[in-house]
């Protein structure tokens, strides 16, 4: 059974900042991850997918990496926002027929003004 | 800008009412998913349709859940009777079994006194 994990579990930086965000899972055997985020009481936004034949995607000061093998992912914010503060969730879709996401518990990011 | 969109927003009920939830996917896609938010467990999955057959509903407790698709612009999420622990945010997503993005609806908060 797929295992996501998020690490740390909360994050508060000041504006300005770089930033990593970080993603494990246990099951190599996946067909992609993306990574959503979500404001308080909104829904899920999809910031970046990456296929699992691919290393890396890049979205404005968005940057997520992927390295299967070792079962990790990273999302990498460059000068943060204080627009950027939400919770970060990645989510693994598994290889196989049903290709189903399991997420992650999320982050919880707040950049500070 | 075609979008999911699920309807109540919000929903207070009590304990033993019948609870129904709808999604409208966006037109063209053929994959619905349900997932349900909470604290403690995060996102998990109850459904899973493609075509709107069901494919997989093993996250979804049978006594007192049904998930269906009437149709291909239509999908519920019923819930008889409900439980105070099924209080939750209830989330639908749709894609392409062929694509790889889920795309999530806003939500559904219920409650249940």
Redesign the interface.
């Known amino acids: 059974k797929q295992e996501v994990t998020q690490i740390p579990a909360a994050l508060s930086v000041p504006e300005g900042e770089n930033l990593v965000l970080n993603c494990s899972f246990t099951d190599s055997a996946i067909?992609?991850l993306?990574w959503?985020r979500q404001d308080p009481?909104?829904?899920?936004?999809?910031l970046l997918?990456i296929?699992s034949s691919q290393r890396e995607q890049t979205s404005g000061r968005l940057n997520a990496s992927l390295d299967k093998s070792s079962g990790r992912s990273t999302l990498y914010i460059a000068a943060s926002q204080p627009g950027d503060s939400a919770t970060y969730?990645c989510?693994v879709?598994s290889s196989g027929?049903?290709r189903?996401?399991?997420?992650?518990?999320?982050t919880q990011l707040t950049v500070l003004p | 800008d075609a979008r999911v969109t699920q309807t109540p927003r919000h929903k207070v009920t009590e304990m033993g009412q019948e609870v129904t939830m709808r999604c409208q996917p966006i037109l063209g896609h053929n994959t619905v998913f349900w997932y349900r938010q909470t604290m403690m467990q995060g996102l998990e999955l109850l459904a899973y349709f493609r075509n709107r057959a069901p494919l997989d509903d093993s996250g979804m407790p049978k006594d007192r859940f049904s998930a269906e698709m009437p149709d291909a612009t239509l999908a519920t999420l019923k819930i008889q009777p409900s439980e105070p622990r099924d209080s939750a945010v209830y989330f639908c997503a749709s894609g392409l079994a062929t694509g790889n993005e889920q795309y999530f609806g806003p939500g559904t908060r219920l409650t249940v006194t």
């Open positions: 067909y992609n993306q959503f009481g909104k829904g899920l936004t999809s997918l296929q969730l989510a879709r027929s049903a189903q996401l399991t997420f992650g518990s999320g």
